[in-house]
């Protein structure tokens, strides 16, 4: 038989029986839609938090506490060691080291003109705007005498500002912060979500105040912007916290220190690393769903065989070889998967296109990506499902005897 009897055989074969096909193929569909759905989305993320890491800039970098193992196996339970000590004595490192900042985050409630919402407060220092590069709309961010004199002002997030204030300025006036109130020195221009966190919708306040009101002694973060190259920038801010920290560590052991720092590079191939594990684990998950719909086919070809005996004994009586009947058979299988793997390629894009717009809605900046890894797979994967599954209902029905198939009938 040439391939068009055959193609043209199978498609005959499977209207006959188009609810069963149907239903068979289900299983395949929803496999691929899975495994696309799973990659798209994967694909997506890594896009969205690599964009987020480029606005952070190559030319800077960020101390964390902790030793360096940490990031192998990460723990809520991280010692915080950085303190503010550490970060006076690294912006007085020298001019390679023009842009220091230190970083706590809390949540409280924020009370102003009859509004009472939950806000995250990020306790900050001056170099804080020019590191991330943002800018003011109006005001001033935080000065030195603010850090110094543990001031008790605060600078607002652009949506916030405009969500408590409306089109008034809001320069001047005041809000609470739990129990304690806040002169607003300025207000930020829209900086959009950094790290899955929405900078418009925060209040800055100066370190050393959130440090005194909140009952903490140590910063989460140290950001810093160098102006010589980062491997030799992170060798001194290493040999500098050390010192700072009395870590008897001349052989540089990383995970002898209680801190350590992360430059853009580092981050990059720690999210590639996490988003490919991701990839691998969900895609792994859905593929079980492709080996149900890969039985489901196998048996659905030996119920076929079944109902065709007699079919298939009077074409091996009138010449038909063994070769013949298998290549019908597996073009049978092939097909149920061939078009369950198209539907499903269509139907888990779809899928991935929604659900990546239903993300961006809370969190804006994510970019819709079809994973043509997904696409290949997949209709890899569906071929290869329909010759594997297919072959032995379609060897059973090639090895029948002409005689005992007729016989049957």
């Known amino acids: 038989m040439t391939f068009s009897d055959l193609t043209q055989s199978a498609w005959q074969s499977l209207r006959r029986t188009r609810n069963r096909s149907l239903l068979t193929m289900l299983g395949i569909v929803i496999g691929i839609s899975a495994v696309i759905l799973a990659m798209s989305i994967g694909e997506a993320a890594q896009a969205f938090i690599l964009s987020q890491l480029s606005s952070f800039g190559p030319d800077k970098l960020i101390v964390h506490p902790g030793p360096k193992s940490i990031t192998d196996n990460p723990s809520p339970f991280v010692e915080m060691t950085l303190t503010y000590k550490d970060y006076k004595r690294l912006r007085k490192a020298g001019p390679w080291l023009p842009l220091v900042s230190a970083d706590l985050i809390q949540t409280d409630m924020l009370m102003a003109q009859g509004t009472n ?223 369950g793997g198209l539907a499903g390629i269509i139907f888990g894009s779809l899928v991935a296109y929604i659900a990546i717009q239903i993300i961006n809605h809370y969190t804006p900046g994510w970019v819709y990506i079809v994973s043509w890894r997904g696409v290949l797979l997949g209709a890899g994967v569906s071929t290869a499902i329909g010759l594997l599954f297919g072959y032995l209902p379609a060897r059973k029905a090639a090895k029948l005897s002409p005689i005992e198939a007729l016989r049957a009938e």
């Open 117 to 339: 919402k939950n806000v995250t407060i990020v306790g900050t220092t001056p170099d804080e705007i020019e590191i991330g590069g943002y800018g003011m709309k109006s005001g001033f961010f935080l000065s030195d005498p603010d850090i110094e004199g543990h001031s008790r002002v605060a600078v607002l997030g652009y949506t916030l500002a405009e969500e408590i204030f409306g089109q008034n300025e809001a320069v001047g006036k005041s809000i609470k912060l739990g129990t304690n109130s806040y002169r607003i020195l300025g207000v930020m221009n829209k900086a959009g979500t950094q790290f899955f966190q929405n900078l418009d919708d925060m209040v800055y306040i100066p370190a050393t105040t959130m440090m005194d009101l909140y009952a903490k002694e140590h910063f989460e973060y140290i950001y810093a912007k160098t102006t010589i190259p980062l491997d030799e920038a992170q060798r001194r801010i290493e040999e500098i916290m050390r010192d700072l920290h009395n870590l008897d560590n001349p052989e540089g052991d990383l995970t002898k220190d209680d801190f350590f720092i992360m430059t853009q590079a580092d981050a990059v191939k720690t999210v590639n690393q996490i988003t490919s594990v991701l990839q691998i684990l969900l895609s792994s998950i859905a593929a079980i769903s492709l080996l149900v719909g890969g039985i489901g086919i196998m048996n659905i070809m030996f119920v076929s065989v079944t109902e065709r005996i007699s079919e298939i004994g009077l074409r091996k009586a009138i010449g038909a070889k063994f070769s013949d009947v298998l290549r019908q058979f597996l073009a049978e299988a092939t097909m149920l998967t061939v078009v």
